[in-house]
């Protein structure tokens, strides 16, 4: 059973920072991708960054130059550094990780962390 446990979401100020992360559990081996998708009330979920275990990454335009995304492959944990962060950062960040397992590529999701900035 893979497991994704999300922390650092929170309520901050436009402009400041915050650092979410993601470990995953119960797939220690066959990861191909880690990352980060929001969802705010009424929208889609969409992609804000992705990162493969070769460290090739990908980002929402909206949070290019603004956001990072990196790995800890020993600790199956990835992080988004969130910086200027602006009222339409405001959401649910939910973790994914990929991978492939029985000869499938499979998806698992968090649950969820709620990210509010205020202007």
């Known amino acids: 059973q893979v497991q994704l446990v999300e922390s650092g979401g929170g309520l901050v100020q436009a402009g400041e920072s915050l650092r979410l992360s993601c470990a995953a559990s119960?797939?220690?081996?066959?990861?191909?991708?880690m990352g980060w998708y929001r969802q705010a009330p009424g929208n889609q979920r969409d992609l804000v960054a992705s990162i493969t275990l070769g460290g090739v990454t990908d980002y929402g335009d909206s949070v290019k130059g603004r956001f990072t995304i990196s790995i800890d492959i020993a600790k199956n944990t990835v992080y988004l550094q969130m910086n200027s962060l602006n009222a339409e950062d405001t959401g649910v960040y939910f973790c994914n990780v990929n991978y492939r397992r029985s000869g499938l590529q499979r998806d698992s999701w968090g649950q969820g962390t709620q990210v509010t900035v205020s202007s």
């Open positions: 119960g797939v220690t081996r066959g990861i191909s991708a």
